[in-house]
Each structure stands twice: as C-alpha cells, then as structure tokens.
Nanobody
Framework: QGQLVESGGGLVQAGGSLRLSCTAS????????MGWFRQAPGKEREGVSC????????QYAETVRGRFTISRDNAKNKLYLQMHSLKPEDTAMYYC?????????????????WGQGTQVTVST
C-alpha cells in the first residue's frame, strides 16, 4: 500500500497552531481508516485522533478534543491534523498511520503502516 510521509512539524510557542500533513503513496488510500499518534520522550505512543475511510467518523483523545481537527482528502491521498491552542505537553513526535480496516481506531495495534514521524515542539 505504499509509504506514509509526514510533514508540517516544527517549533511553536504555546497557544500557537500547526498543521500536520501526511502523504500516502500507492493506491487504495480511501480503503483504510487513518490515524495520528504521538510519542514523547520516555512515554508510550498514544493515539491522538483517527478518521474512517470516508471521513464520516472521527475520534479524539480527551487531551486534544476541541483543539485538534483531523481530516483527509482521498483525491489527494492526504491526511491532515490541524492543531490549535498548542500546549507544551503536546510536544512529541507525531506519526500518521494506516489502519488494517476501514474504520477509525485509537489503538496502535489496529494499524499496519507507519510514517517516520514529524517533531512538534511547543515552547512556553
């Protein structure tokens, strides 16, 4: 099913915004649910948000709900994560992932393909 490549990370002040993108190569992007995960140093990888194959279902971690928005453009094979009101605790490596099925999943075990990650650092 091809590679996943994230972009859009960087250094931002608390309260700022970033938009992460994930570009998928290969066919059948719209056959699968997609997700964003993050991992901070010394912590386990956690699910941030997910979206079903057609965008009709989304889920968010409680820590980001109301601040982050996930979306996808199946015509462009792209996944997005719009992040507002960023906090220092949002600092982490962010990964996009392709699920094994069509729905929206918040657990890493449901995902079979992962990008290399993009670093998000939020300063005080």
């Amino acid at each position: 099913q091809g590679q996943l490549v994230e972009s859009g990370g960087g250094l931002v002040q608390a309260g700022g915004s970033l938009r992460l993108s994930c570009t998928a190569s290969g066919a059948f992007f719209d056959d699968y649910g997609m997700g964003w995960f993050r991992q901070a140093p010394g912590k386990e990888r956690e699910g941030v948000s997910c979206i079903s194959w057609d965008g009709s279902t989304t889920q968010y971690a409680e820590t980001v709900r109301g601040r982050f928005t996930i979306s996808r453009d199946n015509a462009k094979n792209k996944l997005y994560l719009q992040m507002h009101s960023l906090k220092p605790e949002d600092t982490a490596m962010y990964y996009c992932a392709r699920a094994q099925r069509t729905y929206c999943y918040m657990t890493a075990s449901e995902y079979k393909s992962w990008g290399q990650g993009t670093q998000v650092t939020v300063s005080t």
